[in-house]
């Protein structure tokens, strides 16, 4: 199965297709001008649970993303995608 999450920066969406066919969709927020969404293809490198927070969710996909901007964050600014329920 191809799994692929397509981030519209301009639509502020996130839709989820599985084989091509769409699955899921939802509003996202993204980066601001001073430390920008990265733009590309990257992967999800892990999934991190149990944080039960009201702003990350309790869940929480650290991906290849690489911030230019936010480099205090572990490992140097890699970017997670997450929500709050």
Not at 25 to 54: H, I, Y
């Amino acid at each position: 199965m191809h799994t692929q999450l397509v981030v519209d920066r301009s639509r502020l969406t996130a839709t989820l297709f599985r084989d091509g066919r769409k699955v899921f969709a939802a509003p996202v927020g993204v980066g601001k001008a001073t430390s920008p969404t990265p733009v590309g293809q990257f992967n999800v490198r892990e999934r991190l649970s149990g944080f039960g927070d009201p702003f990350y969710g309790p869940v929480a996909f650290g991906t290849s993303a690489r911030s230019a901007v936010l480099t205090d964050w572990p490992d140097g600014g890699f970017v997670g995608i997450h929500g709050t329920e």
